[in-house]
């Protein structure tokens, strides 16, 4: 696995010079699905970049109220309750049309 990416130019300067982490999940229990767990957390970055339109880690701050949104529609105590995207994104999508006008 890569951790850590760099770029130099000919100068030796960097140019480019990334940071990588994976997720580990550690706190399952016997009953829960770990491959489950894994769809989920890629079915929600999905969501956040259909949303955002290329989601980055400066539109999950500055818009964490929305993020919050979207996470409360697709979990209830826990529990996965909603995957199908537009129904995930129909109530912020009106909050946002509402707020426009």
């Keep these: 696995m890569i951790n850590f990416f ?3 130019n000919k100068q ?4 480019l010079s990334k940071y990588c982490e994976h997720v580990e999940i550690n706190k399952l229990n016997g009953t829960e ?3 489950a767990i894994y769809e989920f957390i890629h079915n929600f970055v999905e969501v ?11 539109d999950i701050m500055f818009n964490l109220d929305k993020v919050h949104i979207i996470l409360d529609e697709m979990m209830l105590n ?3 309750v909603e995957t199908n995207r537009a129904r ?3 109530p912020l999508l ?3 049309k509402m707020s426009e006008s």
């Design 12 to 15: 030796g300067q960097t140019r």
């Design 94 to 96: 009106i909050l946002d």
């Design 33 to 35: 699905n770990e491959m």
């Design 48 to 58: 956040l970049d259909e949303y955002f339109n290329r989601v980055s880690e400066l």
């Design 78 to 80: 826990g529990c996965i």
């Design 88 to 90: 995930i994104l129909a």
């Design 6 to 8: 760099l770029m130099v």
